[in-house]
């Protein structure tokens, strides 16, 4: 077994501790490469049943949906796992990206005519620091480190593995689930409701 001590750091995104305070927001504008817009997000989890909100933040998937659908091959994923924002250069603007990624994170700024997203402040994290977002969160909701250090700390389970349809994502950040199943479902049928399923008339 590996010592706690050399095992890699990993992100780690446990929404039910987000208390909404967007501080993961403000530290992450102030990130030199950001130019003052925040490349993470609080979004409602249940906006008609409750005000909790969760962070939202690149995925980093193994085989990034944003990258395959890219016609200027923009976008590209370091060795180590990191999807980058879209190269300047190349980013064209055609918002395939924003449209192709199951967890709705590319953004397209039209000032800029591009492409950016959380790079898991890669400045940082590729020197041992951890990304502005884990750095402030006061709940940590947001954690930075070994996987056994936050499994010891929480009674929830970290887990990378996700299924949209037929298909089966693997990614770098864990998301915290009450769940003890290896991959999560998350076919968006399952959230529609079942009333605006039914079979209808046809027109006559």
């Not at 990993?10 to 305070?21: A, S």
């Not at 403000?26 to 049943?49: K, N, Q």
């Not at 969160?137 to 936050?150: L, N, R, V, Y």
Request: glycine share 6%; with cysteine.
């Amino acid at each position: 077994m590996t010592p706690v001590d050399q095992e890699e750091n990993d992100l780690f995104v446990d929404p039910q501790r987000c208390i909404g305070c967007r501080a993961c927001e403000a530290a992450c504008s102030e990130c030199s490469t950001h130019r003052g817009v925040p490349m993470i997000h609080l979004e409602p989890l249940d906006p008609f049943e409750s005000v909790k909100t969760g962070p939202t933040l690149c995925m980093h998937c193994d085989d990034p949906a944003c990258a395959a659908v890219c016609p200027a091959d923009a976008i590209k994923r370091t060795e180590d796992g990191i999807v980058q924002s879209s190269q300047k250069s190349r980013c064209i603007g055609c918002s395939n990206c924003q449209i192709a990624c199951p967890f709705g994170v590319p953004k397209i700024y039209k000032a800029r005519a591009q492409m950016n997203k959380c790079d898991m402040c890669y400045d940082r994290t590729s020197t041992g620091l951890k990304p502005m977002c884990a750095t402030v969160c006061p709940s940590e909701a947001i954690f930075f480190g070994p996987k056994s250090q936050i499994e010891s700390m929480r009674k929830n389970k970290a887990n990378n593995q996700f299924q949209f349809g037929g298909q089966k994502i693997t990614t770098k950040v864990y998301v915290m689930m009450d769940t003890s199943e290896e991959t999560i479902d998350m076919d968006v049928m399952d959230f529609m409701s079942s009333s605006g399923l039914e079979e209808k008339e046809p027109w006559a």
